[in-house]
């Protein structure tokens, strides 16, 4: 149900990584729980982060919640299509409703595979 190739975090966001290069956004649970995605908050371009501190916003029309990341290091691209079309979120979360790219310089320890990824859903769901 989950990309394999993918990493997650405890706090529902993916992670694609290639060297020192990553890809990232909120797992397809996320925004089904999240509903209706009507606005995202990106960050600067450039900006240093540090994992898991929070870089964005997603609001719905649920809730607002923050995205965080599952890496430190510094944002080098932003989904600017999500400024007009939040809804990307919905409709393909792990292709063009990616939010952020980074260079990587430490990943979190915490990342979880596709499997213990399910796992921490099924139990979330008891």
Known sequence: ??????KYTREHEWISIEGDKAVIGITDYAQKALGDVVFVELPELERRVEAGEAFGVVESVKAV?????PCSGII????????DSPELINQDPYGDGWIIEMEISELSEDLLSAEEYEDLIAREAE
């Open 76 to 83: 080098t691209a932003v989904n600017e299509a999500l400024l």
């Open 1 to 6: 149900m989950y990309p394999s190739h993918l």
């Open 65 to 69: 919640s923050d995205i965080n990341a």
